[in-house]
């Protein structure tokens, strides 16, 4: 059968085969070729011009590499233009969410899979509800909540609600992994001694490292990015993340690219790093949650 | 063991964490944003029982271009289904055939998913710079310098030239999407298609395409309920200016809540957005069912 099929397959490229299909490789490979850099050119462009200055920014030197490497740009972006500030702000809020969000949603999973009780899946059902809820449902309430408990202009305003729209894709992650564990590793455990919290904590928890590093990357990418509750609940200058920093940059050196540019590759380079050494972990995690939602 | 397992304080205990950030923070907010929408409220004074009014209001005033900006955001998901979805679909069905440089196309066409928008939309607003912008720059160049223009500036060119980033960033996304749904297809069904003498354009639109199905509802979906939701690029190139040219639900919800303080007004627009996308993600899944 399979060699048939593939003499047949053959046959059917060497009709096709001499010029014409040469011509068409061709074409769909350009096609390929220059929408790989379509999407390249942008942070090139960007990496170019954070390192020149205006008279070549402006000048002949449009997009070639720069001819002399103004890395005073980047000093200007973080003393100046307080990205190193920024920078810590939104480190400190990716953090504190991506822990809670592990920590929330790996409690939740175990006892949604591990536990014995007569609504888990329902339960589970109903956390799933959040991969569909947009947070445009959430902004008026939170906002006028947050006012009230005075947490308007702190980082608990911003790393509160990303764990929480994070949990529904941290939940299905987790449940992936965990329906992986063998439960005689639990029964084992039961019959050393170990209570729930034990097994949890010393057996399943461990083993839940790799899931930890996916949901991980996913809540970091929705936070170090994300633009609309970071607008909206913080106007304060000490605590605002990247992105809304560097909306304010951008603003105030309308004249002057140079530092603007040295401000989006401070944010852009470790995402970048994240995603060179895990591209198919991120991949992956983006794939999980699309077929699930 | 059963029995421990089956403990109520445990179970409690382990699911309060996620259960309480989720409702406080996702369900209660939709509640309380429905609440609102009945209202006419400043956010300082008494808020005033109303109705329905905000609604009809929303529908019918010209000062609040609701309609309009309702309709940039379908326009921008027509696009994104009929030019970045098959342009996406032709992608992953190409790369899914074993051509040489597989691996590294797929990660570069995914990545300015990853970028942040605020970053995309400045490198944008570069762009399309009047005087220094790449595509300016380059018309005039070519000696075109007619055809130069402001284009985020310009009425006539505005939203398209909003549109394009936006496009362009998720073309990626889709093409992942497709692209592990054309690897999941069986090898036999192909292997049998090739055998009835199929040219690759017959096994794609006969076997593959019918088979991702699944895959394409859900990336319609996303196409279209994301447009509707739209506002970071939007909000950063254009900010639905000038004049309204390229205002989105989103950018007016914001508008009008934090420039002209009716949050009984911006609540209406986030419950219409909520049941839009609904309305939206059940009306393709019917479309899909019918087929």
Redesign the interface.
Known sequence: ??I???K??RG?LNL?SGSSAKVSQVL?YSV?IL??L???F??Y??IT?SLKDNAQ??GAN??GLPQTWFWSNYARAMTLGRMDLYFLNSFLVAVISIV?TL???C??T???T????KWRGT?NKF?M??L???I?????????VLSKVHLLNSLPALF??Y???A??MG?LICTGFMGGIPYDL??AA?LDGC???AI?FRVIAPLMVPAVATVGIYTF?QC??E??FA??FNSSEAYKT???G??GL?GQYLRE?GP?GAA?AI??IP??LV?IFM?KR??DS??AG??K? | MRRTLGYRVNIILFLLPALFLFVAVLIAPIVMSTYYSFFNWNGLSTPKWIAFKNYVELFTSKSISFLPALKNSLLLALFSVLIQLPFALWLALKLSKHLPGERAFISIYFMPVLISTVVIGQLWLKIYNPDYGVLNVALRAMGLESWTRSWLGDKTTALGAAFIPTLWQYVGYHMLLMYAGVKGVPRELLEAGMLDGCTEGQLNRHIIIPYIKPILRVSVIFAVTGSLKSFDLIYVLTNGGPVHATEVPSTLMLNLLFLRNRYGMGSTIAVMLILLCFLFALLINLAFKEE
């Open positions: 059968m399979t048939d099929s593939e047949i397959s059917r096709k769909v390929l929408w790989a379509l999407c390249l942008p942070v462009w960007m011009f920014i402006f449009v997009i809670i920590l929330a949603s409690m939740a175990y006892a949604m591990r536990l014995v009780w339960m956390f509800l959040g569909t809820i947009p445009h449902a959430a902004i008026v309430p939170l906002y006028v509160i609600p764990s929480a729209f949990l529904a939940i639990d029964e039961f209570g729930v919290w949890f990418l170090w990015n633009l609309m607008t909206v990247l992105p809304v560097i909306q951008a690219w603007t989006m944010a852009t995402t970048l995603y591209s991120i991949q983006f794939i699309a077929v939602g």
